[in-house]
């Protein structure tokens, strides 16, 4: 496992962004900051008057005084300074997802600063201890809200490129130009090996950089893509708008100098919820045809009592059970479904759904229409089963929770 420095920051794997965006129309209602490197001046007017008569005015207003002022002095002018302050967020904190699957953590990193900026990126994936695993094959994509609408709707993600923290990266390897009050959507990808147990985790972190723009928005970058540092000495009053770090703190193994180091981090967890199911099926024979007329099929198949020793001759009522339990701790199996195709020497006589539990299979919320479903025959023609499409049972439609045991209870005549 690797550990992550302020600046000299090397993660098992280090990535960054390259996008041209074009985002100079957008709207950004939620930031109302004064734009880094505008230029303030002020001016005042002294009036007074001397034994009831009207003196003229005092000012500091070079420029356009008002006529017959006396000017003392020239306008005050400061030059607003370059406040760099941004936050990652892990939008799904913590993601449940299965074995042997990609799953996606979803971060958002938000420019609260008054001027462009741009970013570098980099994860770390932490985890030590029994209960914990690392996801394998990450991969980290972006996508800027360029319509500024809080939506990843404004195209395709874009795979990033690999580059460490802290260090010379040119701009192929960082975002673009992101104006001040937008954000970007970042994913990060990985995989769960098929082996990793029920509940284990996965704490992974995404570590955002600032990294000097292409443009700010009053004045020239004279360094794109690299590394954004605080302006060091005393304040400057005018000229250049001067760098201040204003990044808050993130996680802090990630981010070894704290607050205003330009890094900030935040940390999504990957939970492994696995549906362990163990499935059945079983035969008995419930009754077996009066010995007076053992060529007659019993006629209460479908609901007649076992009976001790009844024996599987013809006209006989066999009862299947195909038993199905969630074994696993939190886990829902979705999308369940079960077909049975009976042979060829029964004919088909009901089917219906039990369970030894609370609820059994239930409906499954993301098929359209109320489950579960069980279909069977319909027919005496279908009831007569031959081994192929015919007489086919089938369950969907259909969940089964944790800790569940759900049945379907075929019954049959032997032929």
Do not use: W
Request: aromatic letters at 4%; hydrophobic letters at 45%.
């Amino acid at each position: 496992m690797s550990r992550l420095g302020a600046r000299g920051i090397f993660s098992r794997i280090s990535l960054a962004v390259a996008v041209s965006l074009g985002l100079a129309s957008a709207a950004h209602a939620a930031n109302n900051l004064t734009e880094a490197g505008v230029s303030v001046s002020n001016t005042f007017e002294l009036s007074y008057s001397v034994s009831g008569t009207a003196q003229p005015v005092i000012t500091n207003d070079n420029v356009s005084p008002p006529v017959g002022a006396v000017v003392q002095g020239a306008p005050t002018v400061f030059t607003v300074d370059r406040k760099v302050d941004f936050i990652v967020t892990a939008t799904n904190s913590t993601l449940t997802s299965a074995p042997n699957t990609n799953a996606t953590l979803t971060f958002e990193v938000l420019n609260e600063g008054n001027d462009t900026s741009a970013y570098s990126f980099s994860i770390d994936d932490l985890d030590s201890g029994g209960t914990t695993f690392d996801a394998t094959s990450l991969v980290v994509r972006y996508l800027v809200d360029a319509n500024d609408n809080g939506l990843p709707d404004d195209g395709a993600y874009t795979t990033i490129a690999q580059t460490p923290i802290g260090t010379a990266a040119g701009s192929a390897f960082i975002t673009g130009d992101v104006p001040k009050g937008v954000q970007v959507f970042v994913q990060v990808q990985g995989t769960i090996d098929a082996s990793v147990s029920d509940t284990f985790t996965d704490d992974i972190t995404l570590v955002a950089e600032a990294r000097d723009p292409t443009a700010f928005l009053n004045e020239a970058s004279t360094t794109p893509a690299a590394v954004t540092t605080a302006t060091g000495g005393a304040n400057v009053l005018t000229g250049s708008a001067q760098n201040v770090l204003a990044d808050g703190t993130g996680v802090a193994a990630a981010e070894a100098a704290g607050d205003a180091d330009g890094l900030f981090a935040a940390t999504g967890i990957i939970r492994v919820e696995s549906a362990s199911l163990a499935a059945s099926k079983t035969v008995t024979v419930v009754k077996e045809p009066d010995i007076a007329d053992p060529f007659v099929a019993l006629t209460d198949c479908a609901t007649a009592s076992a009976v001790a020793g009844a024996k599987a001759v013809p006209g006989s009522c066999v009862e299947y059970i195909i038993q199905v339990q969630n074994n696993g701790a939190t886990a829902t199996a979705t999308n369940l479904v079960i077909d049975d195709i009976l042979p060829a020497e029964v004919t088909f006589v009901a089917a219906s759904l039990a369970t030894t539990t609370t609820t059994g299979f239930a409906d499954d919320t993301g098929v359209a229409g109320a489950g579960p479903v069980l279909s069977a025959p319909s027919t005496p023609a279908d009831s007569d089963c031959d081994g192929t499409t015919n007489c086919v049972i089938q369950l969907s439609d259909a969940v089964l929770a944790a800790g569940e045991v759900g049945q379907i209870i075929i019954r049959a005549a032997v032929k």
